[in-house]
């Protein structure tokens, strides 16, 4: 009698996959994923049950491209048939010289070139039953948050960042597949959106803000238009839209009415990088900066539960004594409540690399230690504040010990987190409302509000 093969017992090809890096990559992680799923692969938890393993790097700082390189050598050498893809990838031969074994490589959101890498080295299931890919896609994120990428690249030049000669100019996604995409993960139960690109707030330049319909009207491909569009989905589920790289352009004023409102967190991530105007220039930054200050002030009065998130660099080449006191001013006049800061690196291919003025390690050091002491006192003097009062909490985890979740002050993995005792009765994704009992630095301390 000839046996009838149900879907489930024809060997599937398993494929491993390290993602390192930013939230962006893992973006891209997700939709090679979610590519390798709909052709009938199956994802393998651990090197030992992978076929094969695609490496999805990271090439921005040195540290990154040596962590790069590492999990490379050890994906090599636990399963030893690896594809590496990624920002790293765009140089292939700094890959292919440490790491002759490896089988492919090929750059950033370079999907069609993954997949065909893939398919050379291990076929996809020849049979049409396996569709197991949810409507949304795969996300690596736990499943009541998940990141919207918008576009790809970067017009901006700024001499320490090598981003755009990896990822190219600004490629915008058309709003009406952005806010489909949103809506889908509303469907799919996500309960936080978080808007990621490298430069949100050029969002559609390169589509000169084309209009395209979702729902009842035309959309423009811009800003403002999307965050009326992912509003309407709060307004509708509650879900919570988290904005993160913005810049400090003026049509950024347009939305402070919805954070004011609720329908968009009133939480943006600015990475302002410095203050002075003389290193700025030297950084080749975007906007400028010289007003921002007051733009902050003026953003903290129409929506006062505003909080900033930022990032910056200490040491840039030819930062003088008096160029890090007015950062350190701004920080004091701005409050930035949430700040990481990095001390310079010279970046292979970066022009910052060859600028004269070099700062020494030492001063770097030092330097970094005075801003984080101020960074810590304005974080510190917040989460005090915050004592005594009712906030609202997304929940990311929950063990017998309690509860961990996030304020919407606090963006999953870099910022701060909300711990509660009494967790019975709470799960991931539940939004909860809680009262504050304690606070130190970027962390709160809450009991279930009754
Ligand atoms: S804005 Fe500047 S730092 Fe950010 S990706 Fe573009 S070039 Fe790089």
């Known amino acids: 009698m000839e046996r009838t093969e149900k879907p489930t017992d024809i060997p599937q090809p398993r494929v491993g996959i390290v993602s390192l890096g930013c939230p962006k990559a893992l973006v891209d992680s997700e939709r090679i994923i979610t590519r390798l799923r709909a052709e009938g692969y199956q994802i393998a938890p651990d090197y030992k049950g992978a076929d094969l393993v695609l490496v999805n790097t990271c090439g921005f700082l040195d540290t990154a491209r040596d962590e790069s390189l590492e999990a490379i050598g050890e994906a090599l050498a636990e399963n030893g048939k690896v594809i590496v893809t990624g920002c790293l990838g765009a140089e292939a031969s700094v890959i292919t010289d440490r790491h002759p074994g490896v089988l492919a490589v090929t750059g950033p959101h370079q999907y069609e070139q993954v997949m065909d890498a893939v398919h050379a080295h291990l076929p996809a299931p020849d049979h049409p039953f396996v569709s197991l890919v949810p409507e949304s896609g795969v996300r690596l994120t736990p499943r009541h948050y998940a990141y919207l990428k918008i576009s790809e690249g970067c017009n901006n030049r700024c001499s320490f960042c090598i981003i755009p000669s990896l990822r ?42 084309a209009a395209y319909p979702w729902r009842d009207r035309q959309r423009q491909t811009r800003f403002s238009d999307l965050c009326e569009g992912l509003g309407e989905l709060q307004r509708e589920s509650g879900v919570w839209v988290r904005l993160h790289y913005v810049y400090p352009y003026p049509h950024v004023d347009d939305v402070m009415p919805m954070m004011a409102d609720g329908r968009i967190l009133p939480y943006l991530d600015i990475p302002f990088q410095h203050s002075s105007p003389a290193v700025l220039k030297q950084m080749r930054r975007p906007a400028n900066i010289e007003r921002t200050a007051e733009r902050i002030a003026r953003w903290r009065s129409r929506a006062p539960e505003l909080v900033l998130r930022s990032s910056f660099i200490v040491g840039f080449p030819g930062e003088t004594e008096e160029d890090f006191e007015h ?94 005792a009494d967790a019975s009765g709470l799960t991931p ?22």
């Open 168 to 209: 190219g100019d600004l490629a915008s996604r058309r709003i009406d597949a952005v806010l489909r995409e949103a809506e889908g993960l509303v469907r799919a139960g996500v309960k936080e959106i978080l808007v990621i690109s490298q430069d949100t707030s050029a969002y559609g330049l390169d589509l000169r803000y």
């Open 327 to 420: 950062l350190l001013d701004w920080l004091r006049e701005t409050r930035i409540e949430r700040a990481g800061c990095f001390r310079y690196e010279n970046v292979a291919g970066a022009a910052s690399a060859s600028l004269p003025g070099q700062v020494p390690d030492e001063v770097k050091e030092e330097r970094w230690h005075r801003f984080m002491a101020v960074q810590s006192e304005i974080a510190d003097a917040r989460a005090q504040s915050m004592v005594g009062r009712r906030i609202e909490v997304i929940i990311d985890e929950v063990d017998e010990e309690g509860a961990i979740g996030r304020s919407k002050a606090d963006a999953p993995d870099i910022d701060g987190s909300v711990f509660i």
């Open 429 to 450: 994704g539940d939004i909860v409302r809680v009262s504050v009992t304690a606070g130190e630095q970027v962390d709160l301390w809450a009991d279930l509000a009754g």
